[in-house]
T-cell receptor
Framework: AQTVTQSQPEMSVQEAETVTLSCTYDTSESNYYLFWYKQPPSRQMILVIRQEAYKQQNATENRFSVNFQKAAKSFSLKISDSQLGDTAMYFCASLQGAQKLVFGQGTRLTINP | EAEVAQSPRYKITEKSQAVAFWCDPISGHATLYWYRQILGQGPELLVQFQDESVVDDSQLPKDRFSAERLKGVDSTLKIQPAELGDSAMYLC?????????????FGPGTRLLVL
């Protein structure tokens, strides 16, 4: 069974700092997709960034970027110039096979003013 | 921008009662998912539909949970009877076969409290 592990239950940084959230996953597939989702307090889950495993280039979306290390099965999220609105639970997720998305336990990120 | 709709947003019920949640996916999305999210944890898939057919319901407690998507559009998830341990957020998501394969879009969720 596929598993996703987020080893940092909570993180806290000052506004404008850079923060990196860690994620490791387990898979036997050659092609798969990885995602970071953000869930703000009392708000719905939204997609932050996605990575297709066959693409070597790391995905980037504005202030969000990933460090995808396929051999190490690592998929970390870097948030640059962090903002107060980045405060949320962040979930790493892996999608393999028939579209089944498996989530990690989440990292609670707090951006302090 | 199109969104996944869910109702109700909040539901309080007593154990042994029946509850039902409704989801309307983004138009054109053939795949619909129901997840359960316990507070402080990641969502776990309960059931996945491809059009009107169930693709995966291996984690659905079938003695008390049921799900349907009769016309391949909106969907209903039912719990009967509800138990204290069912208190959680129930999330619906949908995805499109095509570009951005695999990306799931989530609704706001229904927060269930069983007393």
């Amino acid at each position: 069974a596929q598993t996703v592990t987020q080893s940092q239950p909570e993180m806290s940084v000052q506004e404008a700092e850079t923060v990196t959230l860690s994620c490791t996953y387990d898979t036997s597939e050659s092609n798969y997709y990885l995602f970071w989702y953000k869930q703000p307090p009392s708000r719905q889950m939204i997609l932050v960034i996605r990575q297709e495993a066959y693409k070597q280039q790391n995905a980037t979306e504005n202030r969000f970027s990933v460090n995808f290390q396929k051999a190490a099965k690592s998929f970390s999220l870097k948030i640059s110039d962090s903002q107060l609105g980045d405060t949320a639970m962040y979930f790493c997720a892996s999608l393999q096979g028939a579209q089944k998305l498996v989530f990690g336990q989440g990292t609670r990120l707090t951006i302090n003013p | 921008e199109a969104e996944v709709a869910q109702s109700p947003r909040y539901k309080i019920t007593e154990k042994s009662q029946a509850v039902a949640f409704w989801c309307d996916p983004i138009s054109g999305h053939a795949t619909l998912y129901w997840y359960r999210q316990i507070l402080g944890q990641g969502p776990e898939l309960l059931v996945q539909f491809q059009d009107e057919s169930v693709v995966d319901d291996s984690q659905l407690p079938k003695d008390r949970f049921s799900a349907e998507r009769l016309k391949g559009v909106d969907s209903t998830l039912k719990i009967q009877p509800a138990e204290l341990g069912d208190s959680a957020m129930y999330l619906c998501a949908s995805s499109y076969r095509g570009h951005e394969r695999g990306t799931q879009y989530f609704g706001p969720g229904t927060r269930l409290l069983v007393l």
